[in-house]
């Protein structure tokens, strides 16, 4: 069941998954003026609420934001990306077993894993 949005909510996921590439929240705010959102306050709210719900995603290397493409996305913390180094397309990674792996990775380096984000940089088939 997805949560009640808000209109500015609304507005933000759309803008989102209608963008081929990841937006940075001023680059957000600029393509929704127009549509009642005017600080960036509203989009860092809409934004934080969005995370939290799994509907969208921080790049951190790039500061951008993307929509979630995936149903019963379960990465809210832990994120894995594909980040193509010449269009900047941004593909999720879904292997579920990903966080086992670096569970295992740290404990044997004597660390107490919690969460992750990945971002692997390359060229997509499109740009290769």
């Known amino acids: 069941m997805e949560p009640d949005l808000t ?3 609304k507005i933000v996921l759309q ?6 590439q990841p937006l940075g929240a001023y680059s957000i705010l600029f393509n929704v003026e127009k549509k009642g959102i ?9 934004l934080d609420k969005l995370i ?17 493409k995936h149903k019963e996305c379960k990465a809210r913390e832990s994120t894995s990306f ?6 900047q397309r941004v593909f ?10 670096f569970l295992k990775v740290s404990k044997k380096s004597n660390f107490k894993y919690s969460t992750h984000n990945l971002e692997i940089f390359g060229v997509c088939k499109t740009c290769s």
């Open 7 to 9: 209109n500015n909510q």
């Open 82 to 87: 594909l980040i193509c180094q010449d269009c």
């Open 52 to 68: 939290t719900i799994g509907a969208v995603h921080k790049i951190e290397s790039l500061n951008s934001y993307i929509a979630c």
């Open 15 to 20: 803008t989102l998954e209608k963008s081929e």
């Open 38 to 46: 005017k600080s960036p306050q509203q989009v860092y709210r809409a």
């Open 92 to 101: 999720e990674i879904l292997e579920a077993d990903l966080s086992d792996k």
